[in-house]
């Protein structure tokens, strides 16, 4: 199994821009498509963005298309999300995920996903 740890969150004014880290350990993330999650309070959670192992394609909520980019570096054996144009909106944890290569799926969807990390908090405040 992959270890997952998020990291990048934080408070941070409308209109600005976060980038959350996913770094992987016990395994090479290279084998591993990953996904984004975000949850609200009292909401379930929600597919944010999706990279494929081999990092083509990637695939992106409607919510934030345009505004977020998802990447990795399998050197570093990390996965990012750039946050840009943030709402309030987009308060909530989030989420990274990991699934084997061999999975099928469009990634978009958290049962997909075998390994998940703690979270971290993203705050947009007005």
């Known amino acids: 199994q992959v270890q997952l740890v998020e990291s990048g969150g934080g408070l941070v004014l409308p209109g600005g821009s976060l980038r959350l880290s996913c770094a992987a350990s016990g395994r090479t993330i290279s084998s591993y498509s990953v996904g984004w999650f975000s949850q609200a309070p009292g909401k379930e959670r929600e597919f944010v963005a999706f990279?494929?192992?081999?990092?083509?394609?990637?695939t992106y909520a409607d919510s934030v298309k345009g505004r977020f980019t998802v990447s990795r570096d399998n050197a570093k054996n990390t996965v990012y999300l750039q946050m840009n144009s943030l709402k309030p909106e987009d308060t909530a944890v989030y989420f990274c995920a990991a699934r084997d290569y061999s999975r099928g799926g469009n990634g978009q969807n958290a049962y997909e996903y075998d390994n998940w990390g703690q979270g971290t908090q993203v705050t947009v405040y007005s």
């Open positions: 990279i494929n192992w081999s990092g083509w394609p990637t």
